[in-house]
Each structure stands twice: as structure tokens, then as C-alpha cells.
């Protein structure tokens, strides 16, 4: 079993930054890709970014690039999600997820595999203000 923690989440000023942590603790393993996505009310929960096992190659959301930066530690078991330029429509619980996966590419095959696996975190609020 995986165990995520999600953290860094607030109330932050339209253009404003924040750091989203994703610590995880259990068999953790080296070899899994993480994701981040989010959830805004009344919405479905759609994917924000991910990054491979190494670290090597991330893959973002059309409506975040350019702003938000996914990046891990494997030394710490966290990974990260660095948002800057905030936009009130970035607002939403987001979670962070973590699947097993030996690709060095990611991309939206990957994006699929971290959609159906069962290790999430509980979520961390971002409210961003106009």
C-alpha cells in the first residue's frame, strides 16, 4: 500500500503563487509516475499534469502550461506542483496520484494509466480570488 499526502493548498490572490507537496510514505517504490489533478465544483475531475518515474519528462493540460511546473524528489518520496500566474478558474480541490510505470515518456498513455489507479491522495484546496 501507497500512502499520499497532499499539502501547500490556500487562498491566493488572482496572479499569485503557490506549492502543492505530494509526500508519500508506505511500499513505495521507485519505479511510479505521479499526477496531479483537480476538481472544481460542480465538475468532473480532470488531470492537470504528470511527470515519469524519473523525473525526466512531464506532461501538463493545455490550461496550465506555462504556469504550473510538476517536479519530484525521489530522495524524499515528493513530488510537487509549482503554480504561478493563478487564475480564479484554478480554483478546485487538487489531488495528487501515483501509478507503477517503467515509461520514460508522458504523455496521455500515461495520463490513462495514473486515471485508474487507487492511490490518491485526500486532496488539498487552492482558492484563487479575483
Known amino acids: 500500500q501507497v500512502q499520499l499526502v497532499e499539502s501547500g493548498g490556500g487562498l491566493v490572490h488572482a496572479g499569485g503563487s503557490l506549492r502543492l507537496s505530494c509526500a508519500a510514505s508506505?511500499?513505495?517504490?521507485?519505479?511510479?509516475?505521479v499526477g496531479w489533478f483537480r476538481q472544481a465544483p460542480g465538475k468532473e475531475r480532470e488531470f492537470v499534469a504528470a511527470i515519469t518515474w524519473n523525473g525526466g519528462s512531464t506532461y501538463y493540460t493545455d490550461s496550465v502550461k506555462g504556469r504550473f511546473t510538476i517536479s519530484r524528489s525521489n530522495a524524499n518520496n515528493t513530488a510537487y506542483l509549482h503554480m504561478n500566474t493563478l487564475k480564479p478558474e484554478d480554483t478546485a480541490v487538487y489531488y495528487c496520484?501515483?501509478?507503477?510505470?517503467?515509461?520514460?515518456?508522458?504523455?496521455?498513455?500515461?495520463?490513462?494509466?495514473?486515471?485508474?489507479?487507487?492511490?490518491w491522495g485526500q486532496g488539498t484546496q487552492v482558492t484563487v480570488s479575483s
Open positions: 508506505g511500499r513505495v517504490s521507485r519505479r511510479y509516475a
Open positions: 496520484n501515483a501509478a507503477m510505470s517503467t515509461t520514460l515518456v508522458a504523455g496521455p498513455p500515461l495520463v490513462s494509466g495514473l486515471r485508474a489507479t487507487r492511490y
